[in-house]
């Protein structure tokens, strides 16, 4: 099974920005499409952002339209690694923030949580003055 372990979380506020990493561990990194996921308190699960394992369109990276302009999602693959980069955080950012991976494509949207195969634990993301 594929162990995914994300990091960077924190207490930020409004205004403020965080980078998010998620390592994946074994040697079939490059075959996955990792998506960002985020749990409010009290919530459901909800995507955020996804990235394809390669780019084929000239297009890769897909996001939410609450959060594009600014987060940026990008991947390290000789790292095994994903970033989510977010600026200028809001209130309502505050959750768990995991990562999950799925079969080589987002398909051109932000998957469902039920759409993804393995995921990490989470990091914890308070936004908060």
């Known amino acids: 099974q594929t162990q995914l372990v994300e990091s960077g979380g924190g207490l930020v506020q409004p205004g403020g920005s965080l980078n998010l990493s998620c390592v994946v561990s074994?040697?079939?990194?490059?075959?996955?499409?990792i998506g960002w996921f985020r749990q409010a308190p009290g919530k459901e699960r909800e995507g955020v952002s996804c990235?394809?394992?390669?780019?084929?369109?000239?297009?890769?990276?897909y996001y939410v339209d609450s959060v594009k302009g600014r987060f940026t999602i990008s991947r390290d693959n000789p790292k095994n690694t994903v970033y989510l980069q977010m600026n200028n955080l809001e209130s309502e950012g505050t959750g768990v923030y995991y990562c999950?991976?799925?079969?080589?494509?987002?398909?051109?949207?932000?998957?469902?949580?039920?759409?993804?195969?393995?995921w990490g634990k989470g990091t914890l993301v308070n936004v908060s003055s």
């Open positions: 074994g040697d079939t990194f490059n075959f996955y499409a």
């Open positions: 999950a991976t799925k079969m080589y494509y987002c398909s051109d949207y932000v998957p469902p949580p039920g759409a993804m195969i393995d």
């Open positions: 990235i394809d394992s390669i780019d084929t369109n000239g297009r890769s990276t």
